[in-house]
């Protein structure tokens, strides 16, 4: 099993920026790549960004594109998510979450999710 904790929601204006930080713990030998999700009020849940564990390739929604940037810290066993030039459309529970499959952009293809913390983006 492998356990996921995301740390740094919070309330920020339209423009700020938040860092989002994932612990992984357990079994995290078995991950190949880590993603952040998120999920606003009434909407399915979305793919963010996602970075592959070994070589550190990365990939992201057009959404957040450019404002973005996911990164990771083999060693800690942590993935963060820099968010920058923050919308009011970016405000959404956002989740982290580890997969077997390097390449996985679809939610479905990740097994061990986090708890999730809440992204706040004041107009």
């Known amino acids: 099993q492998v356990q996921l904790v995301e740390y740094g929601g919070g309330l920020v204006q339209a423009g700020g920026s938040l860092r989002l930080s994932c612990a992984a713990s357990g079994r995290s030998f078995s991950i190949y790549a880590m993603g952040w999700f998120r999920q606003a009020p009434g909407k399915e849940r979305e793919f963010v960004a996602r970075?592959?564990?070994?070589?550190?390739?990365?990939y992201y929604a057009d959404s957040v594109k450019g404002r973005f940037t996911i990164s990771r810290e083999n060693a800690k066993n942590t993935v963060d998510l820099q968010m920058n030039s923050l919308k009011p459309e970016d405000t959404a529970v956002y989740y982290c979450?580890?997969?077997?499959?390097?390449?996985?952009?679809?939610?479905?293809?990740?097994?061990?999710w986090g708890q999730g913390t809440q992204v706040i983006v004041s107009s």
């Open positions: 979450a580890a997969t077997r499959h390097s390449m996985a952009v679809a939610d479905a293809l990740y097994t061990y």
């Open positions: 970075i592959s564990w070994s070589f550190g390739s990365t």
